[in-house]
C-alpha cells in the first residue's frame, strides 16, 4: 500500500503565506504524478496543482503566479508553497499520488486525509 502524510495547513492572514507538503511512502516503484486537489465549503473539488514524474506542472488559473507546485525527490515529499493568499483560498487541501505498485508494476491512486487551510480577511 502507499501512504500519504500531508501537513503544513493552518490559519494565515489574507497575503500570507503557508506551505503543504505531501509525503510519500510505501510499496512504490516509481511516481507518476502529485495533484493538489481542494475543496471549499459547498464547492466542487477542483485541481489545484500538479506535477508529473518529467517535472511539468500545472495549475489552476486562480493560483497562477501564487502557487509553486515542487518535489523532493530525496524526501519522497511533494510541496506546495502557496504566496498571496486570499480568502477564496480557504477549503481542505488533499494530496492525490498516482503511483506504479512495486510490486504488482499496476497504476493506482492514492488520496491523502486532507488538511485544513483558512484564509482570514
Known amino acids: 500500500q502507499v501512504q500519504l502524510v500531508e501537513s503544513g495547513g493552518g490559519l494565515v492572514q489574507a497575503g500570507g503565506s503557508l506551505r503543504l507538503s505531501c509525503a510519500t511512502s510505501g510499496n512504490i516503484k516509481s511516481v507518476n504524478s502529485v495533484t493538489w486537489q481542494r475543496q471549499g465549503p459547498g464547492i466542487q473539488r477542483e485541481l489545484v496543482a500538479q506535477?508529473?514524474?518529467?517535472?511539468?506542472?500545472n495549475y489552476a488559473e486562480s493560483v497562477t503566479g501564487r502557487f509553486t507546485i515542487s518535489r523532493d525527490s530525496a524526501k519522497n515529499t511533494v510541496n506546495l508553497q502557496m504566496n498571496n493568499l486570499k480568502p477564496e483560498d480557504s477549503a481542505v487541501y488533499y494530496c492525490?499520488?498516482?503511483?506504479?505498485?512495486?510490486?504488482?508494476?499496476?497504476?493506482?491512486?492514492?488520496w491523502g486525509q486532507g488538511t485544513q487551510v483558512t484564509v482570514s480577511s
Open positions: 506535477i508529473t514524474s518529467t517535472g511539468t506542472t
Open positions: 492525490k499520488v498516482i503511483a506504479v505498485a512495486a510490486d504488482t508494476l499496476r497504476l493506482s491512486a492514492t
